[in-house]
């Protein structure tokens, strides 16, 4: 079954930061490139940003570049999105996704970022 499961969500200060972790099952993981999303309450789902399969290649959404840096382990099946600098604008469920790998969307991780 292919799966692919987010965590690492919490309740932090604003200048906190946070480390999301994506994990993939069921498919070759090292063959996807991975991307981000995130979905703020009342608001439509927006791109954090995208890792090439072998993480050489990153892209950052203009909200997060400078403050977010995403990256993989292959070795693990597993994507990061490390997040510094939070705002309370980053409060969203963050959600991760295997780019051309037709799969529904995960539960996703709450962040919550506030004083």
């Known amino acids: 079954q292919v799966q692919l499961v987010e965590s690492g969500g919490g309740l932090v200060q604003p200048g906190g930061s946070l480390r999301l972790s994506c994990a993939g099952s069921?498919?070759?993981?090292?063959?996807?490139?991975i991307s981000w999303y995130r979905q703020a309450p009342g608001k439509n789902r927006e791109l954090v940003g995208i890792i090439t399969s072998t993480g050489v290649g990153r892209n950052y959404g203009d909200a997060v570049k400078g403050r977010f840096t995403i990256s993989r382990d292959n070795s693990k099946n597993t994507a990061y999105l490390q997040m510094n600098s939070l705002k309370p604008e980053d409060t969203a469920v963050y959600y991760c996704?295997?780019?051309?790998?037709?799969?529904?969307w995960g539960q996703g991780t709450q962040v919550t970022v506030s004083s």
């Open positions: 996704k295997a780019i051309g790998l037709n799969t529904p």
């Open positions: 069921g498919f070759t993981f090292s063959t996807y490139g």
